[in-house]
């Protein structure tokens, strides 16, 4: 994956946040991710992708970010657990949803899977480099990782 075809993710990551909640996030520095290095949140979204590239992309979230976000999509004050587990997938289908357009007709995105915690026996590698995107909206920190095969 070229560095230029990753802004495509910064821009609909940014784009989801003011289009859905009227209120910005903000990008860190992207940086490369290490081969040791394991980075986990409260909940995952995971989008497999097939077609003329492979690969996936992650979107993990702490909790607190995704309720904020599910209350203020949904406009309910409080929202129920799996509300919250499908607002991780919502993102994370909406991200890389967006971001497709900027690929050929095939280039395919799965259903998201959503993990909840650090996965146990999840084994979905990731094409290198893989990408870190490095994100807070309000005062939560998030991360998208891409992993797409050129």
């Given at each position: ?79 129920a657990d799996d509300a919250v ?66």
């Amino acid at each position: 994956m070229k560095e230029s075809e990753l802004k495509h993710f910064v821009d609909s990551t940014l784009q989801y946040f003011q289009n859905a909640t009227g209120e910005a996030a903000t990008l860190g520095v992207p940086y490369i991710k290490k081969s040791d290095e394991d980075v986990y949140c409260d909940f995952t979204g995971i989008i497999g992708i097939s077609g003329s590239r492979r690969g996936a992309i992650y979107v993990c979230c702490p909790r607190p970010l995704l309720e904020q976000l599910a209350a203020k999509v949904t406009g309910l004050a409080q929202v129920a657990d799996d509300a919250v587990r499908d607002m991780a997938g919502e993102l994370a289908n909406t991200i890389a949803g967006n971001a497709t357009r900027a690929f050929d007709r095939n280039f395919q995105i799965s259903v998201p899977v959503i993990v909840e915690g650090k996965p146990k026996s999840i084994s979905l590698k990731l094409e290198s480099p893989v990408y870190v995107l490095p994100a807070q909206w309000k005062n939560n920190k998030f991360a998208v990782i891409v992993g797409i095969s050129d």
